[in-house]
C-alpha cells in the first residue's frame, strides 16, 4: 500500500517518526530524505522491498548499496574499519559522505550479489536520524533516481506521483538535495576519493 507522510524537516513529528518504524518492521520500503538527496530505504532483512528497489531502478548485482546508520557504533556490527578508517570516519560522519568499506556476513547476499562491500552513510538529517533511532537497526538504501535519469529526484510533489503503485511510504520533508554524497573507497591501503559531491574531501 502507497502512502505520504508530511514531516517538519528539523522538528519531525514524533508519531509520524514512530508510524514510519513501524510501517518498515512489516516489510516495506521508505523514501526518505538525507542530508543529500532522498532515498530507497528498508530493513536489511526486507528482501521483498530491497528486490523491488532494484526493479525500479534497474540496478545489477555490481550496485553499491548504502547502509544507513545512526552511529559509528551501530555501524561496526556490519562493517570492518581499522584504526586508520575509525580516524576518518570520526571526523566526517555525519554529514553528507558515504564510505566504501568491507561488508561482514551480517548484510543479506541476495541484496548484495557478488560484491563484498558497502557504502556506510550516517546523514544528518532530523527526519532520517529520528527514524534510525526509532528503529533502533540500520537501514539498506539506494538513491531515489528513475531509469533513465542521472539526478536524484528532488520534488516530493512529482515523484509521489511517479510511486503511486508501489508499496512504499513516502516520508516528505518538503524539497530534497540534487547534490549527492561524496563518495570515498577506505577498502584500499589509502582512501580513493569515488566522487566529489556535498561533502569536502581533502
Not at 519531525?12 to 518492521?25: C, G, N, T, V
Not at 551501530?74 to 558515504?98: F, K, W
Not at 541476495?110 to 537497526?137: N, S, T, W, Y
Request: aromatic fraction near 6%; include cysteine; glycine fraction near 6%.
Amino acid at each position: 500500500m502507497f502512502e505520504r507522510l508530511r514531516l517538519h524537516a528539523e522538528r519531525p513529528q514524533a508519531r509520524l517518526i514512530a508510524h514510519a518504524a513501524e510501517y518498515l518492521r512489516k516489510g516495506a520500503g521508505a523514501v526518505v530524505p538525507t542530508d543529500a538527496t532522498y532515498a530507497l530505504m528498508a530493513l536489511p532483512t526486507a528482501l521483498d522491498a530491497l528486490s523491488g528497489f532494484s526493479s525500479l531502478r534497474r540496478l545489477d548485482d555490481q550496485h553499491l548499496w548504502s547502509l544507513i546508520c545512526s552511529d559509528l557504533s551501530q555501524a561496526a556490527s556490519y562493517v570492518r574499519m581499522d584504526n586508520e578508517a575509525h580516524r576518518i570516519l570520526r571526523r566526517c560522519l555525519p554529514g553528507p559522505y558515504t564510505f566504501i568499506l568491507p561488508a561482514n556476513s551480517q548484510l543479506p547476499k541476495r541484496v548484495f550479489g557478488k560484491r563484498r562491500d558497502v557504502g556506510l552513510r550516517i546523514p544528518q538529517h532530523a527526519v532520517c536520524q529520528m527514524l534510525l533511532q526509532e528503529l533502533g537497526e540500520p537501514l539498506l538504501a539506494t538513491s531515489l533516481i528513475f531509469p533513465g535519469e542521472t539526478d536524484a529526484a528532488i520534488d516530493p510533489d512529482l515523484f509521489v506521483e511517479r510511486l503511486k503503485s508501489q508499496n512504499l511510504l513516502v516520508m516528505d520533508a518538503g524539497w530534497g538535495g540534487l547534490e549527492p554524497t561524496t563518495v570515498v573507497d577506505l577498502c584500499g591501503e589509502a582512501p580513493e576519493l569515488i566522487r566529489q559531491g556535498a561533502g569536502d574531501w581533502q
